[in-house]
């Protein structure tokens, strides 16, 4: 059986083990009111600089023991769309199980998803979710999928796949887009141009957001986890989003004029 072992444990997030769960926990509030979701979207830098706003995040949702989660291929590496189906991807919290079933489920619906490890070894935006969706449910098994592709109807396909397969279920499935917003422009302009790409998750508006980010240069690499996120959430009757957290990398950093904008979202259902 395939294990996957941490690609940036020790660099985006503390390696050892109780650093970790501690750090984690000092992102997660226990004061909020916890609401079922169909989806949310949140950003996957060094945990220094967007934890928090992922923190905010899963802190206001409940999550169920069967997740996927989305991520963009940073590396170039593998097959386009890429998911891997059995095996395990350990972090300093110890394995988290792939959930092969819902997985081949996954790929039997849409044709191209395709299995594929490479695409998955050295990425990091799959990864730096998964100590928070461990400390929060300890039963936790999941679907990692990885996009390197830019076309829409592709994307657009993959959601619509995805609710379908989703809708199957007999227990809920929560789906996580990891993408962080604008990156390495000044901290007033990434907030100009995530304020429009944020409009448009908002609306649930899938080709909205892609052409807004398109027409108007926005470096979000998660675009294609979260127009699939989108996608599949109008699909599944989904009413409603939420922007929970913003930051930038400047508020941290305290470098405003070369930053990465971070967004946090849930998608609620109907």
């Known amino acids: 059986m395939h294990a996957r072992h941490p690609a940036v444990a020790g660099r985006f997030y503390p390696k050892d083990p109780n650093i970790l769960r501690a750090d984690v926990g000092s992102y997660l509030s226990s004061d909020e009111a ?136 007999s227990e809920p499935v929560l789906m996580v887009a990891s993408s962080d917003m604008n990156h390495y422009e000044s901290d007033e302009i990434t907030r100009t141009k995530d304020a429009k790409a944020i409009e448009q998750i908002l609306k649930l508006d899938a080709r909205g957001l892609f052409d807004v980010v398109k027409r108007e240069n926005i470096s979000m690499c998660g675009l294609g986890p979260a127009v699939t996120m989108l996608a599949a959430a109008r699909r599944l009757g989904a009413t409603s989003a939420e922007l929970v957290k913003y930051a930038t990398s400047g508020d941290i950093s305290g470098d405003h004029e070369m930053v990465v904008g971070y967004a946090g979202v849930v998608v609620a259902p109907a």
């Open 34 to 169: 916890r609401i079922d979701a169909l989806g949310c979207m949140v950003p996957h830098a060094g945990y220094v600089y967007s934890g928090h706003v992922a923190g905010a995040v899963f802190s206001k949702i409940n999550i169920p023991r069967l997740c996927v989660v989305i991520g963009p291929n940073h590396t170039g590496l593998g097959r386009p769309l890429s998911i891997m189906s059995e095996g395990a991807w350990e972090t300093p919290l110890g394995a988290v199980q792939i959930a092969t079933d819902l997985a081949r489920e996954m790929m039997k619906a849409f044709s191209p998803l395709t299995e594929d490890t490479e695409a998955h070894h050295a990425e990091h935006a799959i990864e730096v979710e998964l100590p928070f969706l461990q400390v929060l449910q300890p039963d936790i098994t999941f679907v990692p999928i990885a996009l390197g592709t830019g076309q829409f109807e592709l994307l657009e396909a993959l959601g619509h796949a995805l609710a379908d397969v989703i809708a199957a279920q």
